[in-house]
């Protein structure tokens, strides 16, 4: 990937690794746009970056995507890169109830935000010369979290689409990248100061090296290994992960 002279949109950017792959972009030359269902909400973001652009946008509503698209390509002709990283983690019993709200929302914020946000761009990055879209998956994509089940499930679904994705582009122009995080320090899951988490800093700047080296896959920190579970036995895998992290202090 170009690592400087783009125009980059970015689904989330209030705080988290959106917030922090924002900032370094920015760093680099690069013009950035954040999103988020709130400005205000993003305006720590954009008062210790001057430069960054604020971009009121909900995912989940597919008349906001189509709104901002128009607006974005309209005001920024020279946008080339969509960071699909917006997305919501919540704690969810599969042995007990169905909570209706919080399925339908992780549906639609994971996978359909990102489904939609790269249909209602594509037709203008394919016109752009170093056309990027990145996917922000999961590492529990491969290895689900038992307690993070529907999650784990988007994640995994998002891979799947990414590599579809990637195969439908690849005569395009567009480049399609994989960010697969293992679990990091963010406000994900209550986890700014959890142990077992990779620190955001060097997850960031170990993710930054690899979009400088062109993979097409991402994966820093404990992912390489979780990522190459998927197989006959994963099974035990995924227990023995799984009786790790239960063994620790609760999750959210």
Do not use: C
């Amino acid at each position: 990937m170009r690592m400087t002279g783009n125009t980059i949109f970015i689904t989330g950017g209030g705080s988290g690794i959106g917030r922090r792959l924002a900032e370094e972009f920015h760093k680099l030359g690069n013009t950035v746009l954040i999103s988020g269902r709130r400005l205000d909400r993003l305006k720590d973001t954009t008062d210790a970056n001057p430069g960054i652009v604020a971009v009121e946008l909900d995912v989940t509503d597919p008349a906001s995507i189509a709104r901002v698209a128009a607006d974005l390509t309209e005001r920024y002709p020279a946008l080339n890169v969509l960071i699909n990283n917006a997305g919501i983690m919540l704690v969810d019993d599969i042995a007990g109830g169905l909570d209706e709200e919080l399925l339908v929302s992780t549906i639609a914020t994971n996978i359909s935000g990102p489904i939609r946000m790269s249909a209602a761009l594509a037709g203008h990055l394919k016109a752009q010369q170093n056309a990027v879209i990145v996917n922000v998956t999961s590492i529990l994509g491969f290895v689900p979290l038992v307690p993070t089940a529907i999650y784990s499930a988007t994640k995994a679904a998002l891979h799947s689409y990414t590599l579809s994705q990637r195969y439908a582009l690849r005569s395009s122009g567009i480049r399609v990248v994989e960010l697969a995080p293992p679990w990091v320090r963010t406000e994900l899951l209550n986890s700014t100061e959890e142990e077992r988490a990779m620190p955001l800093e060097a997850f960031i700047e170990q993710t930054m090296a690899q979009f400088a080296a062109g993979v097409d896959e991402i994966l820093v920190g404990d992912a390489p290994a979780m990522r190459a579970n998927p197989g006959p036995d994963e099974g035990a895998f995924v227990t023995a992960f799984n009786d790790l992290v239960a063994s620790g202090p609760p999750l959210g």
